[in-house]
């Protein structure tokens, strides 16, 4: 069974940087594109930022500058380094792949908050 799991979040003050992790275990034959979601109370689940297989990415607005989404498809691994943090970055954040086994399928991780707070 595959599994996607987060780790990281937490409380951190304004200005300040988390690194998030996610990894996929599991019997699969590849990975595709990695990216990083987030969400609040009452709004859809918003991309952050995006990895493709080929190394490419791509970034919210609001976090273009700030953020960095990295992957180690050796160990099928994506981490999103979060660095001048702001209240509004608040959220809980979800780690997405795209998986294949017999199919291709997402799969989500189970979500890990992010507070930014003095």
């Known amino acids: 069974q595959v599994q996607v799991v987060e780790s990281g979040g937490g409380l951190v003050q304004p200005g300040g940087s988390l690194r998030l992790s996610c990894a996929a275990s599991?019997?699969?034959?590849?990975?595709?594109?990695m990216g990083w979601y987030r969400q609040t109370p009452g709004k859809q689940r918003e991309l952050v930022a995006s990895?493709?297989?080929?190394?490419?990415?791509s970034y919210a607005d609001s976090v273009k500058g700030r953020f960095t989404i990295s992957r180690d498809n050796a160990k099928n691994t994506v981490s999103l380094q979060m660095n001048s943090l702001k209240p509004e970055d608040t959220a809980v954040y979800y780690c997405?792949?795209?998986?294949?086994?017999?199919?291709?399928?997402?799969?989500w991780g189970q979500g890990t908050q992010v507070t930014v707070s003095s």
């Open positions: 990895v493709t297989s080929g190394g490419y990415t």
């Open positions: 599991g019997i699969f034959f590849s990975v595709g594109a």
């Open positions: 997405n792949m795209r998986i294949r086994t017999q199919y291709v399928n997402n799969y």
